[in-house]
């Protein structure tokens, strides 16, 4: 089994909608968790960082569940500019450099 | 700033033949990270550096691969007799003092095994 794992998608949205999905990992002892942005032959980019008690920023909310595992990203009126690939990156300690990405979910918004 | 860099962007070889990647990181930035990314596949962790020791070089994939880093600085990342499987894009980052910092990533280099 991955370490961790995401639906591919794509997932295709109008502009303004609302777009959620989710990351399992299989470490139950994982400690960080993060989203990163990828835009098609770019580099990864910090997107967000994932806590306990959940987060937002703008228009992007990011949950963790360590009961069932996963975590989540939700956002809200999509704009143009977020279609991209969505990579889940979690740490298997609070401080570790090692960082486990899943494949990526893309985002696709249409006008 | 500048960011981190990488070079060459794109590189195609033969198979058998050996590459040098390079990567320039931020600068200050002590941590250094290899990854590669191969089509439809997550990052995969090659080898992490903290000034110009790796103390983790266990996602190498086999002893084919060597990185080293000079000067607290400059990594390249060599692979010897390139084998197809090789081809991917290998990336870059950067941190500060290694642990826990938000990592910044290169463009990649592009290889392609042929």
């Known amino acids: 089994r991955k370490e961790v794992e995401q639906d591919p998608g794509p997932f295709n949205v109008p502009e303004g909608a609302t777009v959620a999905f989710n990351c399992t990992y299989s470490?139950?002892?994982?400690?960080?968790f993060f989203w990163y942005r990828q835009d098609c032959r770019k580099e990864p980019k910090l997107l967000m960082s994932?806590?306990?008690s959940g987060n937002e920023d703008g228009r992007f909310t990011a949950q963790l569940n360590r009961a069932s595992q996963y975590i989540s990203l939700l956002i809200r009126d999509s704009k143009l500019s977020d279609s991209a690939t969505y990579l889940c990156?979690?740490?298997?300690?609070?401080?570790?450099?090692?960082?486990?990405f899943g494949a990526g979910t893309t985002v696709t918004v249409r006008a | 700033g500048a960011g981190v860099s990488q070079s060459p962007s794109n590189k195609v070889t033969e198979k058998g033949k050996d590459v040098e990647l390079r990567c320039d990181p931020i600068?200050?930035?002590?941590?250094l990270y290899w990854y590669r990314q191969s089509l439809g596949q997550g990052l995969e962790f090659l080898i992490y550096f903290q000034g110009n020791s790796a103390p983790d070089k266990s996602g190498l994939p086999s002893d084919r691969f060597s990185a080293e880093r000079t000067g607290g600085s400059v990594s390249t990342l060599t692979i010897q007799r390139t084998q197809q499987e090789d081809s991917a894009v290998y990336l870059c980052?950067?941190?500060?003092?290694?642990?826990?910092?938000?990592?910044?990533f290169g463009p990649g280099t592009r290889l392609t095994v042929l």
């Open positions: 600068s200050g930035h002590t941590a």
């Open positions: 980052a950067s941190s500060l003092a290694g642990i826990g910092n938000e990592q910044f």
């Open positions: 470490n139950s002892a994982s400690q960080s």
């Open positions: 994932v806590y306990s």
């Open positions: 990156v979690v740490t298997r300690t609070l401080n570790d450099y090692k960082l486990s």
